[in-house]
């Protein structure tokens, strides 16, 4: 037998040490792998288990739920943002508690600059009429599962971090968003020296692999916010992102919503609806961990590079639901109906013009308006018909709008003021109407309405009654009447 030279024994043993090291990293990653998604199945089934009863806010369930973020926020090491507690209680009865903990930044400057993650814990509770629990695991136990991981991961990356960054569970946002509105409208009394630079909320994040993408809603509010979601440097791989530039539906709003309408960025993650949304079947064994996984670590990223990236600033850009009521708005309108009067039945009109409105007041404005129309009656004659130039002038009363931008939906509005129309031109049956001597052009009077704007599409339908106080003739007429003109009109009116 060949006795084997210590040259060659002493080559060999790298080489297997070698693949032996690769061998064993490898099984370290996969396990590491398996144990993150072993953790965020723990979370989601936990929270969307029927122990806790659907979670609804201001009960012992949500409570508990509250109580199992606290315990990670110690277990992984938080500090303390509130006092000396990781609860915020709030509520008229002391019933809702956000979870908030924080990861203090390293820089001297941009330490007192908070990012902002959250996700709502709180979800619908128990059906009363049949007792089904709506579990609500993609909505939102997926978030909150993913908002502990990423606590996590942050605060063992924390000596890379310039910025601070808060990690809060927010409580009673099915009900209208109230914990992250309790939140930021509080932050200053706890941190009067910091700002909000951006605030993210992970809200349903389980249906990735049904979807096929994760959404960031509202990368147009931070400069070249597209870009950085996009980033190919940031995405894991195997992960579809897909930036939209900004909110639009009032029908998903989540907690952005209150720190959005203070001009702060903001992002809403979202891997998309689903048929289960508020129903009994949104549970846990549904969910898509594997995608989670991926959404973690890409949170993980995205936090991280803005939380040390001295560049990072807002693009001063808003959503437009998310907007303060401007000054002026401007619209156009089209308007139809019937015209009558002494003499007259009522008879088809139409117009069409511009709307603006100037708002002083939370719930006041006037609104002045200039219509072309096209306004019909019918004589013994014959058919009068006129062109129109018309100016309604209106001071306009708008029901407040609720705190909740989910009830925002509707506006209604009463308004009384006056008009003034001048006629361009008009006949009866073929003959033109004489201006000179028998009709006149001018024609003032009181204009009535009421009517509901529907926010999200930004349409006002509403109806408008015009009383004539000027006779339509210049003298007594053959008839012995006077003929004043009254109008009642449908009108449609499109908001810029």
Known sequence: MTKKTSVETNFKRPLWTVVFFLFFVSILSVSAQSTLRERLEQHVFTLASDSLQGRKAGTIY??????????????????????????????????FNNVVGVIRGNDPVLRYEYIVVGAHFDHLGVCRRTGAIYSGADDNASGTAVLIELARKLAENQADLKRSIILIGFDAEEIGLIGSAYFVRTFNNVAPNGTIVLAISIDMVGWYAVNGMVGFIGTRTIQNGCALILNPLLIPDGLNVVATRFETSMFRATDTQPF???????????????????????????????????ITEYLQNVVEFIAQDTQFASSGRVARIHRPRPLLEIGVSANVGNNFNRLTAG??????GLMTQVNFAPNWAIRPEVHFERIRGQFPDGTMATNNITIPLSLVYQTPLPKDIRRRLFRFDVSLGGYYTHRLSGTIGDEPMDFDNTFNREEWGLTLGFGMEFRPIRTRIGFTNRSSFTNLMQERNVYNVSIRNMANFLTLTYIF
Do not use: C, N
């Open 347 to 352: 008879t088809f009109s139409f117009g069409a």
């Open 62 to 95: 949500a409570l508990k739920s509250a109580e199992y973020i606290v315990r990670y926020w110690e277990e992984i090491g938080l500090d303390f943002f509130v006092d000396s507690t990781f609860m915020q209680t709030f509520g008229r009865y002391s019933q």
């Open 260 to 294: 959005a309408v203070r001009g702060i960025p903001t992002l809403h993650v979202f891997t998309g609806v689903h048929p289960y949304v508020h129903q009994p079947q949104d549970e846990a064994h549904l969910i898509d961990l594997d995608g989670m996984v991926l």
